[in-house]
């Protein structure tokens, strides 16, 4: 009997697991098992550039490149919510703290599945049903070298809850960016340094991920970005976006578009647009296309402001 109830434990384990990565990432030969909470983009800003977000340097950017921040300055908020797939849902609050010593800041992402259905050792249905839920919190901080270099680094905390098993694990990442002049951008970076989550019996280490970038601005109110990423537990992938910010007095309609390679099941594709005022309040929105055996969209929505 207690061996059957821990089958049935490692069973929802890998499901929740499998459900949630490998249909998303099911395009690349190498996927990985390890949570989600990791791989999927948050911010809808993020989204919907197409990941291409490691040279950025707003709240959205701490958890892809800690080095971001460095170039802050005012203090700043953004939060955003995710509905996604298979009745699960994201969120993300950030807040960026710019000082006379460099700037410090701290992010929160959540995740929760719906309620999935528990099968026993022999693959029959129990007629029960269970969830999970996972927290990652992260602390950076950055700051200039020099007036081109920025370094930065971020520790995190994971902990994820399936019913009533827990698992939980340290992590951290580092970063840099280098202005190379007013127009051109260049980054890297590497997140999920060390760390592993261990369910039951099975344990995966968390997604080691090395990412270079740039950004280059074409005109005024048009930016262009790539990210190249190498995953230990995939293959490489690109990230791709675009953004053109349309000026109207104070007003500014930001309007974006991106690729990324890594997601074979929601077509790659992304598109999104903001609306702010004076620079200091954006509302935005990230849609991306349908998955055809899914039939699902995903609308990302956040709002920022800076103070």
């Not at 309007?255 to 620079?279: E, H, P, Q």
């Amino acid at each position: 009997m207690k061996k059957t109830k821990k089958m049935i434990k490692i069973i929802k384990t890998t499901v929740c697991i499998l459900l949630i990565s490998t249909t998303v990432f099911s395009g690349n030969k190498n996927v990985g098992t390890t949570s989600a909470m990791f791989k999927v983009l948050l911010s809808p800003k993020v989204v919907s550039l197409g990941g291409a977000y490691s040279t950025f340097t707003d709240a959205d950017s701490l958890v892809i490149n800690p080095a971001g921040i460095s170039l802050a300055e005012t203090k700043e908020v953004s939060v955003s919510y995710t509905r996604w797939l298979v009745d699960t849902s994201y969120g993300y609050l950030s807040f960026v703290l710019p000082t006379v010593v460099g700037s410090f800041g701290v992010a929160v992402n959540y995740f929760t599945a719906g309620d999935m259905e528990e099968y026993d050792a022999d693959g029959n249905p129990t007629d029960k049903t269970f969830t999970a839920n996972g927290i990652l919190t992260s602390l950076v901080y950055s700051r200039r070298l020099t007036e081109k270099i920025s370094l930065g680094v971020g520790l995190k905390f994971y902990s994820e809850k399936l019913e009533d098993e827990t698992a939980s694990s340290p992590s951290a990442d580092v970063g840099s960016i280098i202005v190379l002049n007013e127009k051109f951008k260049l980054a890297a970076a590497v997140q999920n340094l060390f760390g592993s989550i261990k369910f039951i019996e099975q344990e995966d280490r968390l997604p080691m991920l090395f990412k270079v970038g740039c950004s280059y601005k074409i005109i005024d109110n048009l930016v262009s970005g790539i990210d190249v990423n190498l995953a230990l537990d995939n293959n490489v992938s690109v990230n791709l976006g675009v953004e053109y910010n349309i000026r109207l007095s104070d007003f500014v309609l930001p309007i974006r578009f991106g690729y990324n390679s890594s997601t074979d099941a929601l077509i790659g594709v992304s598109l999104g647009i903001g609306f702010g005022y004076k620079d200091v309040v954006f509302i935005n929105l990230a849609w991306t296309p349908s998955v055809s055996y899914l039939d699902q969209q995903i609308l990302n929505a956040g709002l920022s402001f800076k103070f």
